[in-house]
């Protein structure tokens, strides 16, 4: 999940960048558990500059002594002055008081049902911040899972190949978006509904 999550963020930046190097990029991730803590260290090792929050103080300070990470209180994490803000912990924090105050350009993060109602998928694009829809860019964890055999097998090399694909699936989603002017939760929506029709057939 973290490593999708990690290039899902990739993604995000090349599309509004045209590179996807992070050197330098600021990253606020809420939430530190399993996923958040492994996506410090993908984004670290990338260049990116971090900020982070959470309950655990145990997990705050890994995030400052490995991966050289600022610390905030639970309530500034969305005031940060970043490139990128990464939930990764409870759903629903972007809602009408939070999308208001956010100074990322992006949203990519980990964490399920970010969005608190649907309609801000719009509100994120009438402001210029480009979502990473949740369930596209977390999908790591439940297409690794699809790579475990009933037998005890399990085949990492084709399971992170696939994985890597969240980048160029978010992609396209993004360039569908635009060219649409849609929101991009409504676009992979609609491509998601295209390729379960497929499958039906």
């Given at each position: 999940t973290a490593l999708g999550t990690f290039l899902g963020i990739k993604a995000a930046v090349n599309h509004q960048r045209n590179t996807d190097d992070l050197t330098g990029i600021r990253v606020a991730i809420q939430g530190l558990g399993s996923v958040g803590?492994?996506?410090?260290?993908?984004?670290?090792?990338?260049?990116?500059k971090l900020v982070v929050t959470d309950l655990n103080q145990e997990a705050l300070t890994i995030a400052a002594d490995k991966y050289q990470a600022d610390i905030v209180g639970l309530d500034e994490i969305y005031h940060q002055d970043v490139?990128?803000?990464?939930?990764?912990?409870?759903?629903?924090?972007?809602?009408?008081?939070?999308?208001?105050?956010l100074k990322a350009t992006i949203v990519a993060g980990c964490a399920n049902n970010q969005l608190a109602k649907p309609k801000h998928d719009l509100a994120l694009k009438e402001r210029g911040i480009l979502y990473a829809p949740d369930y596209v860019i977390n999908a790591g964890g439940i297409i690794n899972i699809s790579f475990e055999n009933l037998d005890g097998g399990y085949d990492k090399v084709a399971a992170t190949a696939k994985v890597e694909r969240i980048y160029d699936t978010l992609m396209n989603v993004f360039d569908t978006a635009k060219q649409l002017n849609k929101p991009t939760g409504i676009v992979a929506d609609d491509i998601a509904r295209e390729i379960i029709a497929k499958g039906k057939k």
């Open positions: 803590l492994y996506l410090c260290e993908h984004l670290y090792n990338a260049g990116a490139d990128v803000y990464s939930p990764c912990a409870l759903g629903a924090t972007l809602n009408d008081d939070t999308i208001k105050v």
